[in-house]
């Protein structure tokens, strides 16, 4: 069974810093893209940032110059450095990728259960 496992949500100031980690398990043949979205209360869940199979990355104007997207391909992990953190950056952070899983020859796409992030004046 794949899962996808966010971790390092917390409550920092304004300014600060954190890091997130999804962690992909279970039977993965292969990841192409790796997402983090992030839902606020009321707020549609919107894309912050993808990382690509071949490593370039995309990010959402509002982030763009703060958080850095970064992948472990051999642990099936990906990391979202965010610093100079704001309160609009508060909302539960989503870990997102499309798997292959072993003896299987297509893609689907699966969630993580999200992770806290509240960012305080």
């Known amino acids: 069974q794949v899962q996808l496992v966010e971790s390092g949500g917390d409550l920092v100031q304004a300014g600060g810093s954190l890091t997130l980690s999804c962690a992909a398990s279970?039977?993965?043949?292969?990841?192409?893209?790796m997402n983090w979205y992030r839902q606020a209360p009321g707020n549609q869940r919107e894309l912050v940032a993808r990382i690509f199979s071949d490593g370039s990355s995309y990010f959402v104007d509002s982030v763009k110059g703060r958080f850095t997207i970064s992948r472990d391909y051999v642990k099936n992990m990906m990391f979202l450095q965010m610093n100079s953190l704001k309160p609009e950056d508060t909302a539960v952070y989503y870990c997102?990728?499309?798997?292959?899983?072993?003896?299987?020859?297509?893609?689907?796409?699966?969630w993580g259960r999200g992770t806290q992030v509240t960012v305080s004046l």
């Open positions: 279970g039977s993965i043949f292969s990841i192409t893209d």
């Open positions: 997102n990728a499309d798997l292959m899983t072993s003896g299987t020859d297509y893609y689907v796409n699966y």
